[in-house]
């Protein structure tokens, strides 16, 4: 069945805020601008902060949502499901999660390229298999170990690509590069508690994904904004760019901002490309399907790898290409996409229906409402 303008729309809208989402937070680290008190000009390493924009993105999920309920009501009959009331706490341990595992992956940012840390993020299939096994009695089909276990060779084809690159990289040493990666596949054990936690103790309530984002945020931007202020204390020497090698110097970053007014625009480009990315997210998975997510958020890491790769912000590495496909090839089994190409076949669509049950197929369509942030 063709497309519908709209469904193209949301498409659209999803692989291009994704797209920016990651790209501005690259171009932001890319900026050099002096600090406070006429500091020596430095680049603009402040991952906490960017955190703290990304959190407000989400949280304006919440305006979004109030704004539709509001013109849903003006209807004569209101079709909106608002879902059941909730207590709002019971988001404050997956937007814990979801504050620590953005904040180590922005850190992270800093030390590799834009296409790596996209890349990387595809280890959360490994994590969330593992976790969701563990803790949610949950059993793994053969084609979904075997989609993990492709992950794994992918990621490890993607940081070899990343270590011979890192040789010739001059504006990332090797051990800030390996650094990086390992500390983007440790974001992910992260992002796969917090999945777990969502699914757990959050799904159950039938809560509206615009209004459970935009809690999420709430929860993260009050709480990483007040910690801003023990990290302005927090030396941690040269692991920090900052001049005072503090955790996060939010007072540099402003003074920054103040001298090169371009870096508050590739912050409010990823402020408001998250708020439209998830928007656009929960849209396509509720009006197309969640695979058609999980295929446009692949797309996501070519278009970005190919931006990164027309601006000179990275060099071209065969490796990264062969890592790509290895990860895609592992998403795809562990989703499920494979599954309507061997319906197609009579002696293996048998084989399929034995090996899914109908709630267990249900579960993985349901699964790509996961890739929510950045």
């Known amino acids: 069945m063709a497309w519908t303008k709209y469904q193209l729309f949301l498409a ?14 690259k171009w932001a680290d890319m900026f050099s601008a002096k600090g406070c008190k006429d500091s020596p000009e430095h680049t603009f390493a ?58 180590i992956m922005y850190v992270a940012l800093n030390m590799t390229s ?38 794994i060779l992918g990621l490890i084809v993607v940081g070899l690509a990343d270590f011979m690159s890192g040789h010739k990289d001059d504006s990332h040493k090797l051990s800030e590069v390996i ?41 993260g931007f009050f709480i990483l904004s007040l910690l801003l202020i023990p990290f302005f204390y ?10 005072r090698h503090v955790l996060e110097d939010a007072l540099d970053a402003f003074c920054q901002i103040s ?23 929960i849209s396509v998975t509720k009006e197309i399907s969640a695979t058609t997510r999980m295929v446009l958020d692949s797309l996501r ?15 071209f590495h065969g490796l990264q290409v062969l890592g790509f496909i290895v990860l895609l090839v592992g998403a795809a089994l562990y989703n499920g996409l494979h599954r309507p190409l061997l319906a197609r076949i009579p002696c293996c669509a048998s084989m399929e229906e034995e090996e899914v049950n109908p709630a267990e197929r249900t579960r993985l369509l349901d699964e790509g409402r996961v890739q929510e942030e950045g």
């Open 12 to 25: 659209g809208l999803m692989l291009t805020t994704g797209s920016i989402n990651t790209l501005s937070a």
């Open 114 to 151: 834009a296409s790596s840390f996209q890349m990387l993020r595809g280890a959360v299939i490994i994590f969330t298999g593992l976790l969701s096994v563990a803790f949610l009695g949950r059993r793994l089909v053969a084609s979904q170990w075997t989609g993990i276990l492709i992950t």
């Open 234 to 243: 927090i030396p941690v020497g040269s692991f920090s760019n900052n001049p």
């Open 46 to 103: 402040h991952p906490f902060v960017q955190a703290v924009g990304m959190f407000l993105g989400e949280l304006s999920c919440l305006a979004v949502f109030h704004m539709l309920l509001c013109h849903d009501r003006r209807r004569p009959e209101p079709k909106m499901n608002t879902g059941q009331s909730f207590n709002p706490l019971l988001f404050l341990s997956p937007a814990l999660c979801d504050m620590t595992a953005t904040s």
């Open 259 to 281: 001298h090169n007014p371009m870096i508050i625009l590739a912050l409010l480009g990823n402020t408001v490309s998250i708020a439209f990315f998830n928007f656009a997210g």
């Open 179 to 219: 650094t990086g990666d390992l500390l983007i596949i440790m974001a992910q054990v992260i992002v796969a508690v917090q999945m777990v936690l969502e699914e757990k103790f959050v799904y159950k309530h039938d809560v509206h994904p615009l209004r459970a984002v935009g809690t999420e945020g709430f929860f």
């Open 301 to 315: 890491t070519v278009v970005i790898w190919v931006v990164s790769l027309a601006l000179g912000w990275e060099q």
